[in-house]
């Protein structure tokens, strides 16, 4: 079993930034891949970024490539999504996830990922 919780969420202008945090427990939490997604109101969740369960392997969805970053501290079983230059568009509830099989390099499809956060959401302002 594996708890996640995200936080970091709020309402931000445009351009702005902000971090979320994704706390994990549970499960050996080094072992596996963690992924972060998004689902606007009428929207399908999509995926915007994962890494894998090492660190050493990053993805990003293209409309977020280049403005986010994630990165995690296993240490800590956290892991962080740095958003600068937010866009309207970036509003969103967003959910981390952990990958479902160990060592992964992190997918972006999300029968790949099995444990979810509860969401926390971002509002980007015009």
């Known amino acids: 079993q594996v708890q996640l919780v995200e936080s970091g969420g709020g309402l931000v202008q445009t351009g702005g930034s902000l971090r979320l945090s994704c706390a994990a427990s549970g499960r050996t ?72 099989r160990p060592e992964d390099w992190g997918s972006r499809a999300i029968p790949d990922y099995d444990y979810w956060g509860q969401g926390t959401q971002v509002t980007v302002s015009s």
């Open 29 to 100: 939490f080094s072992s596996y891949a963690v992924g972060w997604f998004r689902q606007a109101p009428g929207k399908e969740r999509e995926f915007v970024a994962a890494i894998s369960w090492r660190g050493g392997s990053t993805s990003y969805a293209d409309s977020v490539k280049g403005r986010f970053t994630i990165s995690r501290d296993n240490a800590k079983t956290t892991v962080y999504l740095q958003m600068n230059s937010l866009k309207p568009e970036d509003t969103a509830i967003y959910y981390c996830a952990t990958g479902r």
